[in-house]
Nanobody, 123 residues
């Protein structure tokens, strides 16, 4: 499956952004999806995950209550709605796909990756 992330940009602290990740090539609903992020000099970290149908979601503690992951299988797209953004949310955000839904999977265990989209939150 090929993944294309978009929607990043520059936003002030407290603002919102919605990231999208469009999938193509295989049956999108066969894949659980995840969002990860990587700040300069830091390891890639888990942000959120969603199951194949969207019935289950899981969030990192750092974004819980501020970010919402969702998916539209008819549009082959997964979203990350980010509200109340903070400067520490600044990073390159990546979407990833895997046939397994397991929020404890490390980033290195996901099979497919998008190219990343930059999110910058100014203070």
């Amino acid at each position: 499956v090929q993944l294309q992330a978009s929607g990043g940009g520059l936003v002030q602290a407290g603002g919102s952004l919605r990231l999208s990740c469009a999938a193509s090539g295989r049956t999108f609903s066969s894949y659980a999806m995840g969002w990860f992020r990587q700040a300069p000099g830091k390891e890639r970290e888990f942000v959120a995950a969603i199951s194949w149908s969207g019935g289950s979601t899981y969030y990192a503690d750092s974004v819980k209550g501020r970010f919402t992951i969702s998916r539209d299988n008819a549009k082959n797209t997964v979203y990350l709605q980010m509200n109340s953004l903070k400067p520490e949310d600044t990073a390159v955000y990546y979407c990833a796909a895997d046939e397994r839904y397991n929020p404890t999977l490390g980033w290195y265990e996901y099979d497919y990756w998008g190219q990343g989209t930059q999110v910058t939150v100014s203070s």
